[in-house]
């Protein structure tokens, strides 16, 4: 009696399981590609952009300055004119004019390095050494001449006023993919100041920790140091 009362609880459990259980199955790789979900970097960005440009948002415009010049501490006297050649170091400034007339209120300065593949294909190139992440951009006196923008020397260059804030010279496509350096133009220490209407900006770029040279043209892909307007 009680072998049978035995078989009979076992016989039950066994009906259980099999009632509540499934069996495990082997799912092929084309099972696991079709159930698994591709990760992206921003899942929302392509939404983001089309949202963007429904709502016709007005990217950032960039403006090429007006001129360029170089100013060493080493020779002082030596007059540099404005060009494509930019070269920072410990004792090499440059200084940077931009005009603008616009109804676009804010303005900011920023380090402006395309993808590595883009400056290939542009035939663009730069060297550095040292930290390029805090560039000094320095606000500086206007002189009265603007002819005197064109031609200086380190000891006729505009006197500094007061540092605007520091940006970040290395590739854009680094900044994007670093969460913190993601869109650091729109807070501290990135240079920005207001520019409604008819704007001059003339600024000292010194860099006390590092070297860097590059030619800025005006040309694609960009390369240098850029004001931007915001809308």
């Known amino acids: 009696m009680a072998l049978i009362a035995i078989s ?78 930019v070269v920072l170091s410990p004792t090499d400034s440059m200084i940077y004019h931009w005009r603008t007339n616009s109804s676009w209120p804010q303005c900011y300065l920023t380090g402006w390095v395309s993808p590595a593949e883009e400056l290939v294909a542009g035939h663009k190139s730069y060297m550095s050494e040292g ?41 854009r496509a680094t900044q994007s993919r670093l969460g913190y350096l993601d869109a650091q133009e729109l807070k501290a220490p990135t240079p920005r100041f207001d520019c409604l209407g008819d704007t001059e900006i003339t600024v000292e770029v010194a860099c006390a920790a590092c070297r860097l040279e590059f030619e800025q043209i005006f040309s694609m892909p960009p390369l240098g140091f850029e004001l931007m307007q915001l809308a």
């Open 8 to 85: 009979a609880a076992a016989t039950f459990h066994l009906s259980v399981l099999s009632a509540t259980q499934e069996p495990d199955t082997l799912l092929r790789p084309a099972d696991l590609e079709s159930t698994l979900r591709m990760a992206r970097p921003s899942p929302n960005l392509e939404k983001g952009h089309e949202t963007m440009r429904k709502m016709k948002f007005k990217f950032p415009r960039m403006v090429f300055p007006m001129s360029i010049v170089r100013a060493n501490a080493v020779t002082p006297d030596d007059l540099y004119h404005s060009g494509s050649s």
């Open 131 to 171: 930290d390029v992440t805090a560039i000094e951009i320095w606000n500086v006196s206007a002189p009265a001449d603007r002819k005197a923008l064109k031609t200086m020397s380190w000891n006729t260059r505009p006197a500094r006023i007061s540092l605007l804030g520091t940006v970040n010279f290395t590739s």
